[in-house]
């Protein structure tokens, strides 16, 4: 390897290790400002409060309507595919 390829990886490898620390350090705040703001809690407000499942009641409603029946449409005229050609 000559000198310029030792450079640029030396280079290389100093800008990635600058921005792997320079993330690490802007995880750092920002978790610290989170915990000073909102505070911590060991249980999980998610599943704090009563949980409701969905459920299909007031969709069943909506069965009683008839539905939309289906109508045949005309076939295509075979000569529109002969003039294609």
């Given at each position: 390897m000559n000198d310029l390829q030792i450079t640029l990886l030396i280079v290389?490898?100093?800008a990635i290790a600058a921005m792997v620390a320079y993330n690490w350090w802007q995880d750092f705040q920002l978790r610290r400002q989170?915990?000073?703001?909102f505070g911590f809690t060991e249980s999980d407000p998610l599943l704090a409060g009563h949980r409701t499942e969905p459920n299909l009641g007031a969709a069943r409603a909506d069965l009683t309507e008839p539905a939309i029946e289906n109508q045949?449409?005309?076939p295509l005229d075979k000569a529109l595919f002969?003039?294609?050609w």
């Open positions: 290389g490898g100093s989170a915990d000073e703001r045949l449409q005309e002969l003039s294609l």
